[in-house]
Nanobody, 136 residues
Framework: QAQLVESGGGLVQPGESLTLSCAAS????????IGWFRQAPGKEREGVSC????????WLADSVKGRFTISRNNVQNTVHLQMSNLKPEDTAVYYC?????????????????????????????WGRGTRVTVSS
């Protein structure tokens, strides 16, 4: 059974770093594009980042660009989200999800709205997520 499990969240102070992991089982993590999403308290879930299925093209939302990095480790069958210079507004539950097959062109033209729409059309269920709290 194909499954993604998120881990790595925690409580950190502003300016600190965390690396989230999205471990795949039942399929190879480089087969599908993988997206990271987050849901802050009282807000809708939103796309944060994704990595393509055709190659390792990546996309980051403007709100995290320059601070977050997404990468894929095929040996570990895991996708990582490295987060640095964390801000209180990054506080959220973070989720990963397969988002189908996305080419380099798809990634180059990605947006938060588009990634949210792609996620809404996926048949996979959301996992439990991992909570990130940024607070002094």
């Amino acid at each position: 059974q194909a499954q993604l499990v998120e881990s790595g969240g925690g409580l950190v102070q502003p300016g600190e770093s965390l690396t989230l992991s999205c471990a795949a089982s039942g399929f190879s993590v480089d087969y599908y594009a993988i997206g990271w999403f987050r849901q802050a308290p009282g807000k809708e879930r939103e796309g944060v980042s994704c990595i393509g299925s055709e190659d390792d093209s990546t996309w980051l939302a403007d709100s995290v660009k320059g601070r977050f990095t997404i990468s894929r480790n095929n040996v570990q069958n895991t996708v990582h989200l490295q987060m640095s210079n964390l801000k209180p507004e990054d506080t959220a539950v973070y989720y990963c999800l397969t988002v189908g097959f996305l080419t380099g062109r798809d990634i180059a033209t990605m947006s938060v709205a588009r990634l949210n729409g792609i996620a809404a059309r996926q048949s996979d269920s959301w996992g439990r997520g991992t909570r990130v709290t940024v607070s002094s």
